[in-house]
C-alpha cells in the first residue's frame, strides 16, 4: 500500500499544476514566434547586405528555426500521445496521467 496515491497527489497538488499547463501554454507559442521573428531578423539582414552566401546560410537557419518552433509547438501533443499509450499497460503511469490532466486544464474531482 502506497502512503501517498498517485491521483490523491495530483489533485491535492493540482494548483501547481495549472501553473505548469499555463506556463507550457505560454511558451508552445512564444518561443516559435521568437525563433521565427530571429530567423527572419536574421534573413533580412542578409537581404539587405547583398550577400549571396550568407542569404542562403540564413535561409537555413531560418528552416531550421522554424521546424525548431514546430517541433517546441507539438511536444505537449507527443507527451500526452505517449502517455495514454504507456498508460494503457501500466496503473502508475495511468493515474500519473491524472497530473497531466490537471496541467492542461481537465483535472478530475479527488474520489473519496
Do not use: H
Request: glycine share 8%; proline share 3%.
Amino acid at each position: 500500500m502506497y502512503l501517498l496515491d498517485t491521483a490523491e497527489f495530483c489533485n491535492k497538488t493540482k494548483d501547481l499544476w495549472a501553473i505548469i499547463g499555463t506556463l507550457l501554454n505560454i511558451l508552445k507559442i512564444v518561443i516559435p514566434i521568437i525563433l521565427v521573428v530571429l530567423g527572419s531578423i536574421d534573413l533580412l539582414k542578409a537581404v539587405t547586405s547583398d550577400d549571396k552566401d550568407m542569404i542562403k546560410k540564413q535561409s537555413l537557419v531560418l528552416g531550421k528555426r522554424a521546424i525548431a518552433g514546430i517541433i517546441i509547438f507539438f511536444i505537449p501533443t507527443f507527451i500526452e500521445g505517449i502517455l495514454s499509450l504507456v498508460g494503457k499497460t501500466s496503473k502508475t503511469i495511468s493515474e500519473a496521467g491524472v497530473c497531466w490532466q490537471c496541467a492542461i486544464g481537465d483535472c478530475p474531482d479527488a474520489e473519496g
